[in-house]
């Protein structure tokens, strides 16, 4: 819990606008990674690449290409958001896999469950 709130602290908020321009492709790429809970190893494999190929990426010495931001996509990267800057916004495709876990039960659950949901989202939420 603690490490998963000192990460969403390292990221920038929705609103930054026209300051996010100075966040370069690599720190970006690194802050998503963070925000979909995936270690340097777990991303690079679910890419087909090496860790040290993703660490050149997250230096921002070299880029993905579209091939392999298709992958991070699939994974929950907001791909938008790595290439330009802007959020997609909260779109399913861009959300990581746990998320979209939670959406589908709150989607298919009956009120007991999203009474639930909601009860342990109310007590996640930073205070």
Known sequence: MLQRKW???Q??????GSDNKFVSFGERLRLERLRIGMQ???LAEACEVSRKTLSVWEKGE?????????V????????LYVVTGQRAGEAES???PAE????????LGDEK???ALAAMAAALKPE
């Open 100 to 107: 979209r876990d939670l959406l589908q039960a709150w989607r």
């Open 113 to 115: 469950g999203r009474t």
């Open 40 to 42: 340097q190893v777990d």
């Open 94 to 96: 861009t959300l990581a």
């Open 7 to 9: 990460i969403m602290e």
């Open 72 to 79: 991070m996509a699939g994974h929950g990267v907001d791909v």
């Open 62 to 70: 070299q880029t993905p290409n579209a091939a392999v931001l298709a």
């Open 11 to 16: 990221i920038p908020p929705k609103s930054m």
